[in-house]
């Protein structure tokens, strides 16, 4: 009996493992949250998962994003984020709050980068989801900001979305009235901008 229990538990854990390898975990800050959202079910990720069912995609989505985050307290959450759900792909959207709190260029780089090495070594594809930031920052700081992930993408070979507000943040009707969340309506908009990348990373 105890050899035939043995046998049952070694059996339920690979089928986990099994189970966690087909998950896409979102890692990112309050843009993937569904900060503001009446229903965090309309939010992008939530519609992700949606999405992936009627394309016939068998992945689990699992949202760990942490409104307020910055890349360095992603960084110290990733490691037991990987542990837990043993992801086949990691979807990175961080760096905004580093970047609307004017933190430096450098180390926001170097803990992406870090993220990226990290989800490679458990065995997981990154998709890095870029971010901007307005004009009033200056012109220096945004432009180092906004090639942070385009350079990033070309050192790391990673898939990059370059601006996942595009088409969204300029547009009023689309954004919570903070102007820097996208209200319920750029959701859809949100994975639009991210489908076309993430979809050759996807398989059947």
Known sequence: MSRLFILL???????SAKADSAAIL???DSISAGFGLAD????????LQSKLKDEGYGY?????SVSGE???GGLARLPRALALHHPRLVILELGGNDGLRALPIAPMRANLAKMVELSREAGASVLLLGMRMPPNYGPEYTEEFRSTYSVLGRELTVPVVPFLLN???LNAGLMQADGIHPNELGQARLLANVWPVLKPLLRK
């Open 9 to 15: 538990v070694f059996s339920i854990a690979a089928f």
């Open 26 to 28: 979102v890692f990112g």
């Open 40 to 47: 965090v079910e309309a939010g992008w990720v939530a519609l």
């Open 60 to 64: 689990r989505v699992i949202n760990a």
């Open 70 to 72: 910055t890349t360095a």
């Open 167 to 169: 088409d969204i943040a």
